[in-house]
C-alpha cells in the first residue's frame, strides 16, 4: 500500500488526513442515524467551513515563516463591523440601495484596511524585531476593542442585499447548470495540469511515475470534484422558496419544476478561489519560493539576498487582506454584523492549519491541508451539534482533537521528512 | 622557483579592517589578500576573528573600517548582493541552506529562473541543478528530497553548487569539511582542487591543519582578531603554524616573511616587497 502511495507520489500526510475525515463523517452518520452525510449537511458545512478556511490558508503562510498571528478573528471583528458601516452609512450617501457597486467597493474598502492592519502587524514584528506572538496578542486586544467603537457596539444591519450573497444564503448559489460548468473547467484544469507537467518533465527527460498513476491520480480528482458537485446540486431549495422563485419568473408551479438545487454556495467559490490563487502563490512565484525559505533557515534566506523584513510585512499584509474576505462571508452570513464576530476565530484557524499538517517549527505546510483541516474542526464541531453534544463538551472534544493531531504528527513524521518519500 | 599567481593582480584585498562588536575588538586591524587560483587558508583559535572577517567580505557584516579592493578597484559591500556582483560566493560554517528546500530550490534561492509569466519555472531550474551537481558529484541522486534529507557531503556539494552556478571568482568556504566523514572530506578536497584549477581564488577556513596543509598554497593565521602573519605553506612546518596560531609569534627563522598587518613584525614590508623575499626560499 504505502509502495503504491510513493508511486503515484501522493502526498501521506493528505492520505492520512482524509482517512480521518472520512471515518468522522461516517462515524457521526452512524450515530446520527444517517443525517450527516446528506446533500444538505455537506452544503452547510461547506458554508460554515468557509470563513476559516479563508483565513486558514493565509495563515499558513504566517506559520511557515516561523510567525503566529492570534489577532484574526479581532481583525474579522472590526473589518466586518468597518464594512457593515461601508455599505449601510457611508456609500447609500452616494448610491441608491442595493446598488450593484456597493458590494464591490465595501469589499474593497475591507480589503484595503485588512492589508494596512495587517501590515501595521507585520512592520511591528519584522522591522520592531517584537515577537509575533505578543505582537499580535496586542492586536487581539486593539481590534476587538475598535470593533467595538466603529458604532459603540451598535449591530449593523441590514446589509447591502448583493453583500449577503457571499454568505450564501438561499439566494447566495449559483444553481446547477453554473455547477456543472465549474465542475467541467475543473475537470479540465486537472486533465491539462497533469500533462502539461508530464511532458515538461519528460523534455528535460527527468523521471516520471508510470502513467497508470498519472491515469488513476487524474481520475480520483476529476471523480472528487464530480461527487461534490453532484452533492452540492442534489440539495433543493425549500419549496416555498422554489415556489417564490418560480412566481417570480414567472414559470408555473409544478413537482418537477419545485426542484430547484442549490449549487455551489458562493462562500464556497470564494474559499476555492482564495486556495487556488494562494497555492499558485506558494508553488509558482518568487513570494512563495522566499515564504519557505524564511521559514526553513531565516538566515540563509537573508545571506541569498531576501529582504526577510520586507517579506515579513507583505505575509502579514495578506493575512490581513484574507481575514477582509473573511469578514465579508462571516458577517454576509449573518446578514449583520456584530462586534463579537470572529471571536475566538484565531484558535479555529490555528487548529486547522495545525492539523492539515504546517509545522509550528516552520518551512512546512500546504494550504490544502489547512483547508481539510478546517474542514474536519467543523465536521466534529457541526457532527457533535446534531448529535445534541452540549457545548462545553464540544470545545473539550476539539481543544483534545488539536492536541492528539500534532502529537500524532510529530510521531510520525519526522521533521521535514520527505512527504512522498 | 617563479610563483605564476604573483605575477598577476590580486583577487580580492581587504585593507585594514576594523570591527567590534560592543567592546569585543573581533577584528583589528587586519588585512589579507587572495590570488586567482590560490587556495588561502585563514588559521586561529575559536574565536579569533576569522569568521568575522571573512564575513565582511561576504557582506553579512560591515566593517567599521578598512577598505575591500576587488580587481584593483575599490568595492562597497554593504550585504550579500553586493557581494554576489562582486562574484564573491560564501560557504558558510553552519551550511547556509534551507533544510525544507530541495537541492534545486537552494541552488537557485534568490535567483530564482521565471519563466515569460514571472512565475517559477522549477524543470528549468532543477535541469541546470543536475546538471551542475552532477559534474561537481556524479552520485547525487536525490533531487526532489528537502536538504535535510542529504548527508553532510551531498549538502556541502549543493552549496558548492550553488557558488559555481553563479560564476563565482572569489569562494569563501569557512569549515567545509566540518561534521563530514573521511571519504566525504576527500571530496570536498578534490572540489576544491578542481576548483582552484579552474581559476578561482578560495578562502578556506578550517580548524584541521593537515586539510589547510594540503589543499592551501598560503596561511593567514589570526589571533585576538589580530593578523599574525602571512606565509606560503611550503615554508612552514606544521609546528611553525602550532607555533602561530597559540603563542601568536611568527617563526623565528620567518620573521622577515611576516605578512603586511603582522602584529609582531613592527617593521613588515609593504606588499610587494614582500611578495619578492617570498620568491627568494630562504
Ligand atoms: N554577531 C556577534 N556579536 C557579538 N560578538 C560577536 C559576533 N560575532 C562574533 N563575535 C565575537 O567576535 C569574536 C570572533 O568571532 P568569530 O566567529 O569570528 O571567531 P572564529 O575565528 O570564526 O572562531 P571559530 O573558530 O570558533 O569559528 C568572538 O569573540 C565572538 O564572540
Ligand atoms: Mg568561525
Redesign the pocket.
Known amino acids: 500500500m504505502s509502495r503504491l502511495l510513493s508511486k503515484m507520489e501522493v502526498d501521506r500526510r493528505l492520505v492520512g488526513l482524509a482517512v480521518v475525515l472520512l471515518i468522522i463523517w461516517v462515524g457521526f452518520d452512524i450515530a446520527s442515524g444517517g443525517r450527516f452525510i446528506t446533500p444538505r449537511n455537506i452544503f452547510n458545512l461547506s458554508v460554515q467551513t468557509a470563513s476559516v478556511a479563508v483565513m486558514a490558508c493565509g495563515m499558513v503562510l504566517i506559520i511557515v515563516t516561523r510567525h503566529i498571528d492570534l489577532s484574526v478573528g479581532a481583525i474579522l471583528g472590526v473589518l466586518a463591523m468597518l464594512m457593515g458601516v461601508v455599505q449601510t452609512d457611508l456609500l447609500p450617501q452616494f448610491l441608491d440601495y442595493n446598488h450593484p457597486m456597493t458590494w464591490i467597493l465595501t469589499l474593497l474598502a475591507g480589503i484595503v484596511i485588512g492589508a494596512v492592519i495587517g501590515g501595521i502587524q507585520g512592520a511591528a514584528v519584522g522591522y520592531l524585531g517584537v515577537p509575533a506572538f505578543i505582537v499580535t496578542l496586542g492586536g487581539l486586544l486593539v481590534w476587538r476593542g475598535a470593533a467595538w467603537w466603529v458604532t459603540q457596539g451598535r449591530t449593523v444591519a441590514p446589509l447591502d442585499h448583493n453583500f449577503i450573497l457571499l454568505g450564501g444564503g438561499i439566494e447566495g448559489t449559483i444553481g446547477a447548470t453554473w455547477s456543472w460548468i465549474v465542475a467541467l473547467i475543473a475537470i479540465v484544469a486537472i486533465i491539462y495540469a497533469a500533462i502539461m507537467d508530464r511532458r515538461r518533465r519528460l523534455s528535460f527527460e527527468f523521471p516520471v511515475k508510470p502513467v497508470w498513476a498519472e491515469y488513476t491520480n487524474t481520475i480520483i480528482k476529476a471523480g472528487l470534484v464530480l461527487i461534490a458537485i453532484a452533492t452540492l446540486n442534489a440539495y433543493h431549495l425549500p419549496t416555498r422558496a422554489a415556489e417564490r422563485l418560480l412566481e417570480n419568473k414567472g414559470i408555473p408551479v409544478t413537482p418537477e419544476n419545485l426542484e430547484i438545487s442549490h449549487g455551489i454556495p458562493i462562500p464556497l467559490l470564494i474559499v476555492a478561489l482564495v486556495a487556488i490563487v494562494l497555492t499558485i502563490v506558494v508553488k509558482r512565484t518568487r513570494f512563495g519560493r522566499y515564504v519557505f525559505a524564511i521559514g526553513g533557515n531565516p538566515q540563509a534566506a537573508e545571506l541569498a539576498g531576501i529582504n526577510v523584513k520586507r517579506m515579513t510585512v507583505a505575509v502579514f499584509a495578506l493575512m490581513g487582506v484574507l481575514c477582509a474576505i473573511s469578514a465579508a462571508i462571516s458577517s454576509a452570513r449573518l446578514q449583520s454584523a456584530g462586534n463579537d464576530l470572529g471571536t475566538l476565530d484565531e484558535l479555529r484557524v490555528i487548529a486547522a492549519v495545525v492539523i492539515g499538517g504546517t509545522s509550528l517549527a516552520g518551512g512546512v505546510g500546504t494550504i490544502y491541508g489547512a483547508l481539510i483541516g478546517a474542514l474536519v474542526m467543523q465536521s466534529l464541531q457541526s457532527g457533535m451539534a446534531l448529535l445534541g453534544v452540549d457545548t462545553s463538551l464540544q470545545s473539550i472534544v476539539i481543544g483534545l482533537v488539536l492536541v492528539l493531531a500534532v502529537f500524532s504528527d510529530k510521531y510520525f513524521h519526522r521533521r521535514y521528512s520527505d512527504p512522498t518519500a | 622557483m617563479t610563483d605564476p599567481n604573483m605575477t598577476k593582480n590580486p583577487l580580492v584585498e581587504m585593507r585594514d579592517i576594523h570591527i567590534?562588536?560592543?567592546g569585543?575588538?573581533?577584528?583589528d586591524g587586519v588585512s589579507i589578500d587572495l590570488y586567482p587560483g590560490e587556495v588561502v587558508g585563514?588559521l586561529?583559535?575559536?574565536?579569533?576573528?576569522?569568521?568575522?572577517?571573512?564575513?565582511i567580505l561576504s557582506g553579512a557584516?560591515q566593517a567599521d573600517s578598512g577598505q575591500i579592493v576587488v580587481d584593483g578597484k575599490d568595492a562597497n559591500i554593504e550585504n550579500a548582493r553586493d557581494a554576489r556582483d562582486n562574484n564573491i560566493e560564501t560557504i558558510y560554517?553552519n551550511l547556509a541552506l534551507a533544510d525544507n528546500l530541495d537541492a534545486a530550490q537552494n541552488l537557485f534561492l534568490g535567483r530564482e529562473v521565471t519563466d515569460k509569466f514571472g512565475f517559477l519555472d522549477d524543470a528549468a531550474m532543477e535541469h541546470k541543478a543536475r546538471e551542475v551537481l552532477h559534474r561537481l558529484n556524479p552520485n547525487f541522486k536525490k533531487f526532489t528530497s528537502p536538504v535535510s534529507a542529504l548527508s553532510g557531503g551531498q549538502r556541502q556539494s549543493v552549496a558548492i553548487a550553488r557558488a559555481l552556478l553563479f560564476e563565482a571568482r572569489v569562494l569563501i568556504m569557512?569549515?567545509p569539511c566540518a561534521a563530514l566523514g573521511v571519504h566525504e572530506t576527500k571530496m570536498v578536497g578534490e572540489l576544491i582542487d578542481q576548483l582552484k584549477r579552474d581559476g578561482l581564488g578560495i578562502l578556506l577556513?578550517s580548524?584541521d591543519l593537515h586539510d589547510v596543509f594540503d589543499l592551501s598554497d598560503r596561511l593567514h593565521v589570526?589571533k585576538n582578531?589580530k593578523l599574525v602573519g602571512s606565509v606560503r605553506t611550503e615554508d612552514v612546518t606544521h609546528d611553525d603554524v602550532l607555533g602561530m596560531i597559540i603563542l601568536g609569534k611568527m617563526p623565528e627563522h620567518l620573521l622577515h616573511l611576516a605578512g603586511p598587518g603582522a602584529t609582531n613584525a613592527p617593521t613588515a614590508p609593504e606588499d610587494a616587497t614582500n611578495s619578492e623575499t617570498s620568491e627568494t626560499p630562504s
Do not use: P, R
Open positions: 567590534s562588536f560592543g569585543v575588538k573581533a577584528v585563514v586561529g583559535h575559536n574565536g579569533a576573528g576569522k569568521s568575522t572577517l571573512i564575513k557584516y560554517q569557512d569549515e577556513i580548524h589570526m582578531g
